[in-house]
T-cell receptor, first 114, second 116 residues
């Protein structure tokens, strides 16, 4: 069965610090998809990135970077030089190729302190 | 143009009432979902539809009945509302998975349901 674990419930860092949000997943499929979503205080769910299981390249987008490691079943998310606007709940999610179910982790609430 | 829109945004109602939440997507996606987010922010899938056909029903009480008149719409009807139904309900859509075609899900802005 598919499962996503975000062990960090809540993290607080001071602005401009780097912060890494951890995500560990479980799946029996060889083809699967991993996602990160951001939920700011306004409540909407904002898609950040999708990674396919057959593409282990890490990705950087501005201050955001993602480290996908199949060997440890992890898909971690790093924010460099954090800003107050990064304060949100961040969700890691997994979808297997066999169905359309997208399973979410319990989320990590990130506080960026000014 | 909003990609996934759901109405209403807020819904306050009394226990025992029946209510509906509507969802529409203009992305041309085949798959639509309903998710429930509880007070602890946990997002749990309730249903998914592919091209108007029910694919996933995650042991949701049968007081919840989704209806998909066409692949661009997925409405959620809830009968006999209970206090525990209070949550934020999100509609979403995506392109179907397999083989290796899955896309991310795009979410509506959510409907905050409060049962009093």
């Amino acid at each position: 069965a598919q499962k996503v674990t975000q062990a960090q419930t809540e993290i607080s860092v001071v602005e401009k610090e780097d912060v890494t949000l951890d995500c560990v997943y479980e799946t029996r499929d060889t083809t699967y998809y991993l996602f990160w979503y951001k939920q700011p205080p306004s409540g909407e769910l904002v898609f950040l990135i999708r990674r396919n299981s057959f593409d282990e390249q890490n990705e950087i987008s501005g201050r955001y970077s993602w480290n996908f490691q199949k060997s440890t079943s992890s898909f971690n998310f790093t924010i460099t030089a954090s800003q107050v606007v990064d304060s949100a709940v961040y969700f890691c999610a997994l979808s297997e190729d066999r169905d359309d179910k997208i399973i979410f982790g319990k989320g990590t609430r990130l506080h960026i302190l000014p | 143009d909003t990609a996934v829109s759901q109405t209403p945004k807020y819904l306050v109602t009394q226990m025992g009432n029946d209510k509906s939440i509507k969802c529409e997507q203009n992305l041309g996606h085949d798959t639509m979902y309903w998710y429930k987010q509880d007070s602890k922010k946990f997002l749990k899938i309730m249903f998914s539809y592919n091209n108007k056909e029910l694919i996933i029903n995650e042991t949701v009480p049968n007081r919840f009945s989704p209806k998909s008149p066409d692949k661009a719409h997925l409405n959620l009807h809830i009968n006999s509302l209970e206090l525990g139904d209070s949550a934020v309900y999100f509609c979403a859509s995506s392109r179907p998975s397999g083989p290796a075609r899955a896309t991310e899900a795009f979410f509506g802005q959510g409907t905050r349901l409060t049962v009093v």
